[in-house]
């Protein structure tokens, strides 16, 4: 099985601050692979696909990159909309997602 | 707008069953794979079980194999779960997701969760 680790666990930061966030798949999934955003008793959205694609509606202040097994969203300018917690997934065999960063207030 | 509306979650004892079922509008339902993924109180996202778009495929978590069912009704538009054997560790809150496309696919659009506690 495909595991995925994701770090940190929690991040603190303010608005305007450009934050990053780290998977990494314990073996080549090519760029399946996807991030969610998700508030306190809501449903997670999708963001990111496939690594690096935006989804339709998504902020373009939300990006993905990758090298190799290791996968990076970054939000530039952080907005008070953003705090809140994001998962990654991968799709490449089966479904596994990371642990989870909570974004929060510094 | 897609929509995915879950119900059928509660209080079960341990070894006892639920049955929870999802809702889709929006789409068309029979064209697209449909997942179930949890969360526990406090914790990450975890993969349940996934059912091809026909419902001739199902792929479930460890976890759950041989105790949970997914199931689908393409001419209602329903996702369900039969959650058999049920144990304190399936506490979670329950939510249906849509596949996008063609796998692979990550899961485009989620509905509001359904809360199912195990408890004696």
């Known amino acids: 099985d495909i595991q995925m680790t994701q770090s940190p666990s929690t991040l603190s930061a303010s608005v305007g601050d450009t934050v990053t966030i780290t998977c990494r798949a314990s073996?080549?999934?090519?760029?399946?692979l996807a991030w969610y955003q998700q508030k306190p008793g809501k449903a997670p959205k999708l963001l990111i696909y496939?690594?690096?694609s935006l989804e339709s509606g998504v902020p373009s202040r939300f990006s993905g990159s990758m090298s190799g097994t290791d996968f990076t969203l970054t939000i530039s300018s952080l907005q008070p909309d953003d705090f809140a917690t994001y998962h990654c997934?991968?799709?490449?065999?089966?479904?596994?997602f990371g642990q989870g960063t909570k974004v929060e207030i510094k | 707008e897609v929509q995915l509306l879950g119900s059928g979650g509660g209080l079960a004892r341990p070894g006892g069953s639920l049955r929870l079922s999802c809702e889709g509008s929006?789409?068309?339902?029979?064209?697209?794979?449909m997942t179930w993924v949890r969360q526990a109180p406090g914790k990450g996202l975890e993969w349940v079980s996934l059912?091809?778009?026909?419902?001739?495929?199902?792929y479930y978590a460890d976890s759950v194999k041989g105790r949970f069912t997914i199931s689908r009704d393409n001419s209602k538009n329903t996702l369900f779960l039969q959650m058999d054997r049920l144990r304190v560790e399936d506490t979670a809150v329950y939510y249906c997701?849509?596949?996008?496309?063609?796998?692979?696919?990550?899961?485009?659009?989620w509905g509001q969760g359904t809360l199912v506690t195990v408890s004696s």
């Open positions: 997701a849509k596949r996008r496309g063609s796998p692979p696919e990550p899961f485009d659009f």
């Open positions: 929006g789409f068309n339902f029979n064209t697209y794979a």
């Open positions: 059912i091809s778009a026909s419902g001739g495929v199902a």
């Open positions: 073996q080549r999934i090519y760029d399946w």
């Open positions: 496939h690594g690096s």
């Open positions: 997934q991968q799709y490449s065999d089966g479904w596994t």
